[in-house]
C-alpha cells in the first residue's frame, strides 16, 4: 500500500495518522548491547525511535533553506522519528561532547557536491544543538565554508567540488579534465578527508556545467558518463596516493547517495517519485539494484594503495524514499536526490562518528 500526502490534506490529519503508524511500528530498547569484535554498521534497518531527531532545525540559525522541510511547510513528521539499526549491535547514539573531546584541536575537510553540504551541513547542525552555549563561527569565502568551535580547537571546512578533477575556462569553452586535480594543494594539511563524487556526472543540458571533456589528452563533446566516472575517480585515487600522509591524515569516501525518481525501485509504479512518501521502504520491498558507480567506486578504492573508509551509506539510504524535500525546498520542482535536514543525513554522520571514535582519535 502506497502511503502519500499532499497540500490540500489538513495538518492535524497527518499528526493523527502518524500516531496509528507509530503505534504498528516495532520499537527496539536503546539498551541493546555491543557485541565485541565491531559491527558492521551499514547493514541494517529502519526502527521507530521517539527519541529522534537529534535536533530541531530551529536550533541551527545556519542551516540551507533547501534542506529545512519542515519550515518550507512539509505537513508530515513521522519521517523524523526512525533511527538506524545495524542487524548485529547498536550504533552508538551521537554524542557532541565525546566527538568533540576526542577530536579535540583537529580539522576536518568535506570535499565534494551538494550531497557533501548536505552531509556538513547535518553534522554542524548535530554540533551546535547539542552544545548551543559554546561559542563558534561560520564563515564562507568563495567555495570553501568553515564551521569553528574555538573552545575544542575543532574546524569543519567544505570545499565545494563537484567533480573532483578540473573543469576549466579555456578557449573553445569549459572543459572537464578527468586527468587533472590543480586544487589538490587545498586538500592538504587536515586530519580527516571525506571526499564524494557522482550526482554532477549525470547532469545533461542546462544541468552540465562543462561544454567538451578532455580524456588521456583527446577532446571529446561527450562520452559514456559511466566511463568518465571511473577515469576522474581513478584520477582522483592517484592524487590521494601520491599526496596523503596516512600518518597524519584519515580519508574517507562518501558512498553513493542514491534518488529516488522511479516507483518500481520500491516496488509501485515508475511514475511515483519521492513526494508524498512518508515512510521507508524495508529491505525486502525494495527492489532497486545498487547505482552502478557504487561497483566503480569500489574498485577504484579496491586498487589503491591509501587505506580509505568508504562510508556505505548507499543501501540504508536507498530504503528512505520518505526522507527527500520533494516540494518543500522553498524553490521550484521535486527535489528526490537531496535529503531532509533533520534526517537521513543525521545517520551518516552518527556512522561517522562511531567510526572515529572506535579508532580512538
Known sequence: MSLTMGRGFPRFCWIILSWILVSCIHQVQLSEPQPPGGCDYFQGSWVFDQTYPLYNT???????????????GRPDQLYLKYRWKPTDCLLPRFNAEDFLRKLKGKKIMFIGDSLSLNQWQSLTCMLHSSLP??????????????????????????????FLVDVVE??????????????????????????????????????????????????VKDMDRLVAYREGLTTWSKWVDSNVNTTTTQVFFQ???????????????????????????????????????????????????????????????????????????????????????AGVPDTWNEILYAIL?????
Open 58 to 72: 530551529s536550533d541551527c540559525p545556519f542551516i540551507e533553506k533547501e534542506f529545512d522541510c519542515q519550515a518550507n
Open 133 to 162: 552555549r559554546s561559542n563558534y563561527s561560520v564563515h564562507r569565502e568563495g567555495q570553501l565554508s568553515t564551521f569553528y568551535l574555538p573552545e575544542y580547537e575543532v574546524s569543519l571546512m567544505l570545499s565545494r567540488n563537484a
Open 170 to 219: 579555456e578557449n573553445m569553452g569549459t572543459v572537464l579534465k578527468l586527468d587533472s586535480i590543480g586544487t589538490g594543494d587545498s586538500w592538504k594539511g587536515y586530519d580527516f578527508l571525506i571526499f564524494n563524487t557522482w550526482h554532477w556526472w549525470l547532469h545533461k543540458g542546462r544541468k552540465q556545467p562543462w561544454d567538451f571533456i578532455e580524456s588521456r589528452g583527446k577532446v
Open 255 to 341: 558512498g553513493i547517495s542514491p534518488t529516488h525518481f522511479n516507483g518500481k525501485e520500491w516496488n509501485e509504479t515508475k511514475s511515483l517519485t519521492c513526494r508524498g512518501q512518508i515512510k521507508p521502504a524495508t529491505d525486502s520491498i525494495y527492489k532497486g539494484g545498487l547505482p552502478p558507480a557504487v561497483m566503480v567506486v569500489n574498485e577504484v578504492l579496491k586498487n589503491m594503495s591509501t587505506p580509505v573508509v568508504l562510508l556505505d551509506i548507499t543501501r540504508l539510504s536507498q530504503m528512505r524514499k520518505d526522507g527527500h524535500p520533494s516540494i518543500y525546498t522553498g524553490l521550484m520542482g521535486n527535489d528526490c536526490s537531496h535529503w531532509c535536514l
Open 357 to 361: 571514535t572506535n579508532r580512538g582519535t
